[in-house]
């Protein structure tokens, strides 16, 4: 394929806020100082009409050469895939990094280490009030402290840790019928992790975050973060990390696990790189954009 002449970056038309519109506009910006045309398009601007010939409903009258998905829209992504055009990243990629079981599943397959990971059970709305006691072996497993995930969240949220039974079977049933995940509580990792940026299986940026108040070391919840050069370890796993999800780019951060083995948090694939700059000054999207232009040259 040629050097792509146009390029769609879509973002979520539903969300307010600025962070989100923060990252397509730096996409655009890199693709333009690389000589590629780039439109900001709103997911709620293409409706996918499926059938035979698969299209989109659109105003815009050409369509892009790539897109640079950075929403967590699946069907819009597979539809534009089903049209024949790549998208960074994928769909499957994207819904494999949206949803913590699938994705802690697919690090363990490929063999990441990762925090001990418990699934569970599926519960469907309007059924019987949730069986606490079914989860007295992952109590067993795991012990107190103990981390619950939900599955669907970003920037830290629906993350929390757990001290004793009472406060394990009050967020059970806050979480209702959400999935989610117990795990492993990682002690010597309290408060700080790595945030190491990916491209094209190559390391563009790396942070230490830190936090004084809070078991998470996310920014968005208040954490400090400072320039952080990855050991070799580190660098090999975050690396095999963003491999094992499919993401062409992604934010991969890391626990510090007992005796200095890192340890896989999870791996982010739209991670927001506005946080990554103003520690590093180091501008992901212009690695995107080069890597996108290289592949599809």
């Known amino acids: ?101 699938l994705m802690y599943q697919a690090l363990a397959t490929a063999g990441i280490s990762i925090p001990k990971t418990i699934i569970a059970p599926k519960i469907f709305p309007g059924t019987t009030p949730v069986q606490l006691d079914s989860f007295n072996p992952a109590i067993a497993e795991l012990g107190f402290p103990m981390v619950v995930k939900e599955a669907f969240g970003s920037f830290g949220e629906q993350v929390y840790l757990i001290h004793n039974i009472e406060e394990l079977h009050q967020k059970i049933s806050e979480i209702g019928t959400n999935p989610f995940v117990l795990q492993e509580y990682i002690q010597t990792s309290h ?31 208040g954490g400090s973060m400072q320039q952080y050069t990855p050991t070799e370890k580190e660098s090999e796993l975050a690396i095999a990390a963003a491999a094992a999800v499919g993401t062409d780019f992604a934010g991969v951060d890391l626990l510090f696990g007992p005796g200095g083995e890192p340890l896989v948090c999870e ?16 501008d992901v999207t212009e690695s995107i954009i080069s890597y996108i232009k290289e592949v599809l040259s």
């Open 1 to 101: 394929m040629a050097t792509p002449k146009l390029g769609w970056v879509i973002y979520n038309g539903h969300l307010g806020g600025k962070k989100f519109l923060d990252f397509a506009e730096w996409i655009q910006r890199a693709a333009h100082a690389q000589d590629i045309t780039m439109k900001i398009i709103k997911n709620n601007a293409l409706l996918g009409m499926v059938g035979t010939d698969n299209s989109l409903l659109k105003e815009e009258q050409q369509l892009p050469d790539f897109v640079v998905f950075s929403d967590k829209d699946i069907p819009l992504a597979q539809q534009l895939e089903a049209m024949g055009i790549p998208l960074y990243n994928s769909s499957n990629a994207i819904a494999v990094c949206d949803n913590k079981i």
């Open 191 to 221: 408060g700080r992790d790595i945030r190491i940026n990916i491209v094209g299986g190559r390391i563009v940026a790396s942070m230490m975050r830190t936090s004084e108040t809070d078991f998470r070391a996310n920014v968005s919840s």
């Open 267 to 282: 791996v982010n694939s739209n991670a927001h790189i506005r946080s990554i700059y103003d520690c590093t000054g180091v």
